[in-house]
Protein backbone atom coordinates (compact mmCIF):
# COMPACT_ATOMS: atom_id res chain seq x y z
CA UNK A 1 0.00 0.00 0.00
CA UNK A 2 1.40 3.21 -1.01
CA UNK A 3 2.03 5.98 1.33
CA UNK A 4 -0.31 8.91 1.47
CA UNK A 5 1.33 11.89 0.49
CA UNK A 6 1.80 14.96 3.20
CA UNK A 7 -0.24 17.75 2.18
CA UNK A 8 1.25 20.83 0.94
CA UNK A 9 1.81 23.54 3.43
CA UNK A 10 0.28 26.88 1.93
CA UNK A 11 -0.39 30.46 3.00
CA UNK A 12 -2.68 32.76 1.78
CA UNK A 13 -2.34 36.55 1.31
CA UNK A 14 -5.27 38.92 1.08
CA UNK A 15 -7.97 36.83 1.87
CA UNK A 16 -10.82 39.07 0.70
CA UNK A 17 -13.41 37.53 2.83
CA UNK A 18 -13.03 40.07 5.09
CA UNK A 19 -14.77 42.63 2.84
CA UNK A 20 -18.32 40.90 3.18
CA UNK A 21 -18.77 41.17 -0.24
CA UNK A 22 -20.08 38.09 -2.83
CA UNK A 23 -17.24 38.22 -5.28
CA UNK A 24 -14.47 38.41 -3.12
CA UNK A 25 -15.80 35.40 -0.91
CA UNK A 26 -16.74 33.32 -4.01
CA UNK A 27 -12.44 34.36 -5.25
CA UNK A 28 -11.50 32.65 -1.93
CA UNK A 29 -14.28 29.46 -2.02
CA UNK A 30 -12.82 29.12 -5.17
CA UNK A 31 -8.92 28.64 -4.20
CA UNK A 32 -9.94 26.95 -1.56
CA UNK A 33 -11.95 24.17 -3.90
CA UNK A 34 -8.88 23.94 -6.46
CA UNK A 35 -6.04 23.84 -2.97
CA UNK A 36 -8.11 20.89 -1.64
CA UNK A 37 -8.80 18.90 -5.19
CA UNK A 38 -4.41 19.28 -5.33
CA UNK A 39 -3.56 18.33 -1.85
CA UNK A 40 -3.15 21.59 -0.84
CA UNK A 41 -3.82 22.16 2.64
CA UNK A 42 -3.79 26.55 3.73
CA UNK A 43 -2.66 26.10 7.32
CA UNK A 44 -2.52 29.79 7.51
CA UNK A 45 -4.44 33.33 6.26
CA UNK A 46 -3.58 36.62 6.19
CA UNK A 47 -7.10 39.27 5.56
CA UNK A 48 -7.16 41.57 3.16
CA UNK A 49 -6.40 45.17 4.47
CA UNK A 50 -3.48 44.00 6.59
CA UNK A 51 -0.05 44.17 6.49
CA UNK A 52 1.76 40.51 6.90
CA UNK A 53 4.84 41.73 8.17
CA UNK A 54 3.06 43.49 11.34
CA UNK A 55 2.14 39.86 12.72
CA UNK A 56 5.12 37.31 13.45
CA UNK A 57 2.16 34.37 13.39
CA UNK A 58 1.95 35.58 9.71
CA UNK A 59 6.02 35.29 9.14
CA UNK A 60 6.90 32.67 11.32
CA UNK A 61 3.66 30.39 9.32
CA UNK A 62 5.26 31.67 5.39
CA UNK A 63 8.70 30.40 6.69
CA UNK A 64 7.44 26.86 7.37
CA UNK A 65 5.08 26.82 4.47
CA UNK A 66 6.08 24.85 0.95
CA UNK A 67 3.59 27.68 -0.89
CA UNK A 68 2.87 31.19 -0.11
CA UNK A 69 -0.38 31.93 -2.40
CA UNK A 70 -0.83 35.66 -3.00
CA UNK A 71 -4.23 36.71 -4.02
CA UNK A 72 -4.08 39.75 -6.36
CA UNK A 73 -7.75 40.92 -6.92
CA UNK A 74 -8.19 44.61 -7.61
CA UNK A 75 -4.99 45.30 -5.32
CA UNK A 76 -2.31 45.91 -7.30
CA UNK A 77 -2.74 49.03 -9.45
CA UNK A 78 -1.17 52.69 -9.45
CA UNK A 79 1.36 51.57 -7.15
CA UNK A 80 -1.16 51.58 -4.41
CA UNK A 81 0.50 50.67 -0.79
CA UNK A 82 -1.50 47.58 -0.09
CA UNK A 83 -0.23 46.25 -3.58
CA UNK A 84 3.34 47.06 -2.90
CA UNK A 85 3.29 45.12 0.39
CA UNK A 86 1.83 41.85 -1.43
CA UNK A 87 4.75 42.21 -4.00
CA UNK A 88 7.11 42.09 -1.24
CA UNK A 89 5.73 38.61 0.02
CA UNK A 90 7.74 37.39 -3.00
CA UNK A 91 11.53 38.67 -1.71
CA UNK A 92 10.25 37.37 1.66
CA UNK A 93 9.19 33.43 -0.18
CA UNK A 94 12.48 33.67 -2.47
CA UNK A 95 14.96 34.38 1.01
CA UNK A 96 13.14 31.12 2.55
CA UNK A 97 13.30 29.35 -0.21
CA UNK A 98 9.50 28.60 -0.19
CA UNK A 99 7.59 28.89 -3.72
CA UNK A 100 5.34 31.80 -4.36
CA UNK A 101 2.44 32.29 -6.75
CA UNK A 102 0.89 35.46 -7.46
CA UNK A 103 -2.48 34.93 -8.74
CA UNK A 104 -5.80 35.88 -10.10
CA UNK A 105 -4.17 39.80 -10.20
CA UNK A 106 -4.93 43.14 -12.19
CA UNK A 107 -2.25 45.05 -13.07
CA UNK A 108 -2.06 48.76 -13.88
CA UNK A 109 0.10 51.21 -13.98
CA UNK A 110 2.95 50.21 -11.43
CA UNK A 111 6.09 51.31 -11.74
CA UNK A 112 9.92 49.75 -11.45
CA UNK A 113 10.32 48.64 -8.23
CA UNK A 114 6.67 46.63 -8.46
CA UNK A 115 7.92 44.97 -11.95
CA UNK A 116 10.97 44.22 -10.64
CA UNK A 117 9.36 42.32 -7.34
CA UNK A 118 7.74 40.24 -9.96
CA UNK A 119 10.95 38.43 -10.42
CA UNK A 120 10.44 36.61 -7.28
CA UNK A 121 7.46 34.78 -7.93
CA UNK A 122 7.49 31.12 -9.82
CA UNK A 123 4.19 31.51 -11.16
CA UNK A 124 1.88 35.01 -12.08
CA UNK A 125 -1.90 34.64 -13.56
CA UNK A 126 -3.26 38.46 -13.97
CA UNK A 127 -7.04 38.54 -15.03
CA UNK A 128 -7.51 39.83 -18.14
CA UNK A 129 -5.93 40.90 -21.28
CA UNK A 130 -4.83 44.57 -21.04
CA UNK A 131 -2.92 43.72 -17.12
CA UNK A 132 -1.31 40.67 -19.44
CA UNK A 133 -0.45 42.82 -22.31
CA UNK A 134 1.24 45.73 -19.86
CA UNK A 135 3.46 43.16 -18.50
CA UNK A 136 4.46 41.51 -21.72
CA UNK A 137 5.50 45.06 -22.70
CA UNK A 138 8.06 44.96 -19.67
CA UNK A 139 9.04 41.49 -21.31
CA UNK A 140 7.26 39.75 -18.17
CA UNK A 141 5.52 37.01 -19.05
CA UNK A 142 1.87 36.11 -16.84
CA UNK A 143 -0.62 33.69 -17.57
CA UNK A 144 -4.04 34.97 -18.45
CA UNK A 145 -6.73 33.20 -16.69
CA UNK A 146 -10.00 34.82 -16.04
CA UNK A 147 -11.37 35.91 -12.38
CA UNK A 148 -11.24 33.35 -10.08
CA UNK A 149 -15.34 33.94 -9.05
CA UNK A 150 -15.74 32.64 -12.45
CA UNK A 151 -15.24 29.00 -11.39
CA UNK A 152 -18.81 29.54 -9.27
CA UNK A 153 -21.71 28.01 -11.68
CA UNK A 154 -24.94 29.58 -10.43
CA UNK A 155 -28.59 28.33 -10.76
CA UNK A 156 -30.12 28.66 -13.62
CA UNK A 157 -33.85 29.53 -14.52
CA UNK A 158 -35.76 28.68 -17.93
CA UNK A 159 -37.25 31.73 -17.88
CA UNK A 160 -35.63 35.27 -17.99
CA UNK A 161 -37.44 38.65 -16.81
CA UNK A 162 -36.31 42.21 -15.77
CA UNK A 163 -33.65 44.35 -15.37
CA UNK A 164 -31.37 44.05 -12.31
CA UNK A 165 -28.39 46.64 -11.12
CA UNK A 166 -25.75 47.00 -9.15
CA UNK A 167 -23.25 49.52 -7.23
CA UNK A 168 -19.73 50.83 -8.70
CA UNK A 169 -16.64 50.58 -6.32
CA UNK A 170 -16.62 54.66 -7.74
CA UNK A 171 -19.07 56.11 -5.42
CA UNK A 172 -20.28 58.31 -7.40
CA UNK A 173 -20.96 57.05 -10.00
CA UNK A 174 -23.01 54.65 -8.22
CA UNK A 175 -24.98 56.84 -7.37
CA UNK A 176 -25.58 58.37 -10.87
CA UNK A 177 -26.41 54.33 -11.92
CA UNK A 178 -29.08 54.41 -8.87
CA UNK A 179 -30.48 57.78 -10.24
CA UNK A 180 -30.65 56.36 -13.72
CA UNK A 181 -32.11 52.67 -12.78
CA UNK A 182 -34.83 54.43 -10.35
CA UNK A 183 -35.70 56.59 -13.37
CA UNK A 184 -36.73 53.07 -15.21
CA UNK A 185 -38.13 51.14 -12.21
CA UNK A 186 -35.25 48.20 -12.17
CA UNK A 187 -34.17 46.03 -9.43
CA UNK A 188 -31.35 46.33 -6.99
CA UNK A 189 -28.90 43.31 -6.69
CA UNK A 190 -26.47 44.37 -4.47
CA UNK A 191 -23.35 42.49 -3.48
CA UNK A 192 -21.69 44.00 -0.57
CA UNK A 193 -23.04 42.99 2.57
CA UNK A 194 -23.41 45.97 5.40
CA UNK A 195 -22.78 45.82 8.69
CA UNK A 196 -25.52 47.67 11.29
CA UNK A 197 -22.60 49.87 12.47
CA UNK A 198 -22.57 53.40 12.95
CA UNK A 199 -19.47 54.58 11.63
CA UNK A 200 -19.71 51.41 8.44
CA UNK A 201 -23.47 53.20 7.86
CA UNK A 202 -21.65 57.02 7.40
CA UNK A 203 -18.53 55.90 5.77
CA UNK A 204 -20.86 54.25 2.95
CA UNK A 205 -23.51 57.66 2.61
CA UNK A 206 -20.60 59.35 2.42
CA UNK A 207 -18.95 57.30 -0.22
CA UNK A 208 -21.28 58.78 -2.81
CA UNK A 209 -19.92 61.96 -3.02
CA UNK A 210 -16.97 63.60 -4.34
CA UNK A 211 -15.99 64.98 -0.78
CA UNK A 212 -17.71 64.51 2.44
CA UNK A 213 -19.01 67.86 2.34
CA UNK A 214 -21.43 66.87 -0.71
CA UNK A 215 -23.86 65.26 2.03
CA UNK A 216 -24.55 68.66 2.96
CA UNK A 217 -25.52 69.94 -0.33
CA UNK A 218 -29.48 69.68 -0.48
CA UNK A 219 -29.48 68.17 -4.50
CA UNK A 220 -26.92 65.50 -3.29
CA UNK A 221 -28.30 64.44 0.56
CA UNK A 222 -32.06 62.86 -0.28
CA UNK A 223 -30.31 60.30 -2.95
CA UNK A 224 -27.32 59.78 -1.27
CA UNK A 225 -29.35 58.32 1.71
CA UNK A 226 -31.96 56.82 -0.29
CA UNK A 227 -28.89 54.69 -1.82
CA UNK A 228 -27.24 53.74 1.57
CA UNK A 229 -30.53 52.69 2.61
CA UNK A 230 -31.36 50.41 -0.72
CA UNK A 231 -28.30 48.98 -0.11
CA UNK A 232 -28.44 48.15 3.52
CA UNK A 233 -32.33 46.98 3.37
CA UNK A 234 -31.95 45.49 -0.24
CA UNK A 235 -28.54 43.30 0.55
CA UNK A 236 -29.27 39.64 0.55
CA UNK A 237 -27.11 37.44 2.46
CA UNK A 238 -26.94 34.93 0.42
CA UNK A 239 -24.58 34.42 -2.32
CA UNK A 240 -26.31 31.41 -4.60
CA UNK A 241 -29.65 33.78 -3.86
CA UNK A 242 -28.02 36.37 -5.60
CA UNK A 243 -25.95 34.49 -8.01
CA UNK A 244 -29.31 33.23 -9.07
CA UNK A 245 -31.08 36.21 -9.38
CA UNK A 246 -28.69 37.33 -11.74
CA UNK A 247 -29.14 33.98 -14.03
CA UNK A 248 -32.53 34.99 -14.23
CA UNK A 249 -32.69 38.54 -15.22
CA UNK A 250 -32.68 39.72 -18.61
CA UNK A 251 -30.16 42.17 -18.36
CA UNK A 252 -27.94 43.50 -15.25
CA UNK A 253 -26.17 47.08 -15.80
CA UNK A 254 -23.45 47.23 -13.17
CA UNK A 255 -20.04 48.96 -12.09
CA UNK A 256 -18.62 45.76 -9.92
CA UNK A 257 -16.54 43.94 -11.67
CA UNK A 258 -17.72 40.75 -9.48
CA UNK A 259 -21.29 41.63 -11.15
CA UNK A 260 -20.08 41.05 -14.49
CA UNK A 261 -18.21 37.93 -13.41
CA UNK A 262 -20.99 36.86 -12.51
CA UNK A 263 -23.35 37.64 -15.26
CA UNK A 264 -20.59 35.99 -17.36
CA UNK A 265 -20.77 32.86 -15.39
CA UNK A 266 -24.65 33.33 -15.86
CA UNK A 267 -24.87 33.82 -19.26
CA UNK A 268 -26.46 36.76 -18.30
CA UNK A 269 -26.54 39.74 -20.83
CA UNK A 270 -25.09 43.04 -19.55
CA UNK A 271 -23.73 46.75 -19.53
CA UNK A 272 -21.09 47.28 -17.66
CA UNK A 273 -19.61 51.03 -16.11
CA UNK A 274 -16.30 51.60 -16.74
CA UNK A 275 -14.27 51.12 -13.44
CA UNK A 276 -11.06 52.31 -11.01
CA UNK A 277 -8.59 49.85 -14.06
CA UNK A 278 -9.10 48.62 -17.38
CA UNK A 279 -10.48 44.80 -15.85
CA UNK A 280 -14.22 45.52 -16.78
CA UNK A 281 -13.59 46.48 -20.68
CA UNK A 282 -10.58 44.21 -20.68
CA UNK A 283 -12.75 41.04 -19.48
CA UNK A 284 -15.40 41.62 -21.53
CA UNK A 285 -13.43 41.88 -24.63
CA UNK A 286 -11.71 38.77 -23.64
CA UNK A 287 -15.04 36.97 -23.71
CA UNK A 288 -15.54 38.62 -26.93
CA UNK A 289 -18.60 40.73 -26.37
CA UNK A 290 -19.43 44.10 -28.29
CA UNK A 291 -17.41 47.05 -27.05
CA UNK A 292 -20.64 49.05 -26.38
CA UNK A 293 -21.27 46.85 -23.72
CA UNK A 294 -19.08 49.23 -21.39
CA UNK A 295 -20.29 52.73 -20.84
CA UNK A 296 -18.69 55.19 -19.81
CA UNK A 297 -21.55 57.08 -17.29
CA UNK A 298 -24.97 56.50 -16.75
CA UNK A 299 -26.42 59.01 -18.82
CA UNK A 300 -25.82 57.15 -21.86
CA UNK A 301 -28.36 54.50 -20.62
CA UNK A 302 -31.60 55.01 -22.94
CA UNK A 303 -34.33 53.06 -23.19
CA UNK A 304 -33.11 52.24 -26.34
CA UNK A 305 -29.68 50.57 -25.07
CA UNK A 306 -31.57 48.81 -22.37
CA UNK A 307 -33.80 46.83 -25.05
CA UNK A 308 -30.11 46.67 -27.24
CA UNK A 309 -27.81 45.18 -24.43
CA UNK A 310 -31.01 42.72 -23.23
CA UNK A 311 -30.26 40.07 -26.16
CA UNK A 312 -27.01 38.44 -27.50
CA UNK A 313 -25.79 40.08 -30.60
CA UNK A 314 -23.52 38.29 -33.66
CA UNK A 315 -21.77 35.14 -31.78
CA UNK A 316 -21.74 36.89 -28.36
CA UNK A 317 -22.94 33.78 -26.73
CA UNK A 318 -20.84 31.05 -28.74
CA UNK A 319 -17.92 33.62 -27.41
CA UNK A 320 -18.91 33.70 -23.96
CA UNK A 321 -19.54 29.89 -24.00
CA UNK A 322 -16.29 28.96 -25.07
CA UNK A 323 -14.85 31.94 -22.64
CA UNK A 324 -16.36 30.41 -19.74
CA UNK A 325 -15.42 26.97 -20.59
CA UNK A 326 -11.96 27.60 -21.15
CA UNK A 327 -11.83 29.77 -18.14
CA UNK A 328 -12.80 27.00 -16.04
CA UNK A 329 -10.65 24.78 -17.27
CA UNK A 330 -7.25 26.84 -16.96
CA UNK A 331 -8.39 27.50 -13.41
CA UNK A 332 -8.33 23.72 -12.73
CA UNK A 333 -4.88 23.38 -14.57
CA UNK A 334 -3.25 26.57 -13.00
CA UNK A 335 -3.67 24.68 -9.55
CA UNK A 336 -2.51 21.60 -10.92
CA UNK A 337 0.86 23.14 -11.87
CA UNK A 338 1.53 24.98 -8.11
CA UNK A 339 0.95 22.04 -6.70
CA UNK A 340 3.80 20.04 -9.05
CA UNK A 341 5.87 23.26 -8.59
CA UNK A 342 5.40 23.43 -4.78
CA UNK A 343 5.97 19.50 -4.75
CA UNK A 344 9.14 19.89 -6.11
Not at 16 to 27: A, E, K, Q
Not at 195 to 224: Q, Y
Amino acid sequence: MSATKAPIRAVLLNDTRVDLHHGCTTVIETIDTLCSANNIEITHRVPAHTDWRANPANTAAMAEADLILINGEGTIHHDRPAGIKLLEAGQFARQNSTKAALINATWQANGADSLKALENFDIVTVRESASQAELASHGIEARRIPDLALYHQAETSAQRSGVGYCDSVQGPKALALYRRMWEFGCEPLPIVQLRAEPMNALRWLLRFGETKAKIFDPRHAPAAIRAALQDYFQQEPSRDVTTAAVAAKSLVITGRFHMLIFCLGARTPMLALSSNTHKNEATMADAGLESWRLIASADQITPELLERAARWHDSEKANLDSFVTAARADMENLFTDIAALAAK
